[in-house]
């Protein structure tokens, strides 16, 4: 499982040219579901995100977390995340999950994120999507099971 994580000020994501979700300060996450994922992975990653001290303190350190500044998420599911480029120059997304379980795998992060966090927006998965956002700083982190999770 892979998120990327960028600290915004504001993001939004539309499909078919209308917004289906929207945030103010928080954090807007791109997420990459494998087929070896499970929710115990899941579950990991949620709490790395959430307890992340990416925010910035009244000393200018990056000292607090998204609950600490009533920060939002907006949530997009991206399998491109798993694109595979070793060979040739058409990416392979055979590491990323199959729809269905993917689908159910982000549906389920998303309601573990709503009960810590107040708002929560997400994408649509599997539509075609325009993301907007402002990235704060810029402030970007990957996170990778695969070297948080031993």
């Known amino acids: 499982m892979k998120f990327v994580i960028q600290r915004v000020n504001h993001a939004s994501v539309k499909v078919d040219g209308n917004v289906v979700g929207k945030i103010d300060k928080g954090y807007m996450v791109l997420i990459g579901i494998s087929e070896n994922d499970t929710k115990e992975i ?61 689908n159910e795998m982000y549906e389920y992060i998303i309601e573990q994120c709503k009960k810590e966090i107040s708002v929560v927006e997400k994408g649509i998965f599997g539509a075609d999507m325009k993301v907007s956002l402002e990235n704060d700083g810029p402030f970007t982190i990957v996170l990778d099971s695969k070297e948080i999770i031993k």
Do not use: H, W
Request: glycine share 8%.
């Open 42 to 102: 899941a579950d990991k990653m949620i709490k790395k995100m959430i307890g992340l001290r990416i925010f910035e303190d009244e000393n200018g350190k990056t000292n607090i977390s998204l609950k600490d500044v009533s920060g939002e998420l907006l949530l997009i599911s991206q399998f491109t995340l798993y694109a595979d480029c070793k060979k040739g120059n058409r990416p392979s997304f055979i590491n990323a999950g199959k729809p269905d379980m993917a």
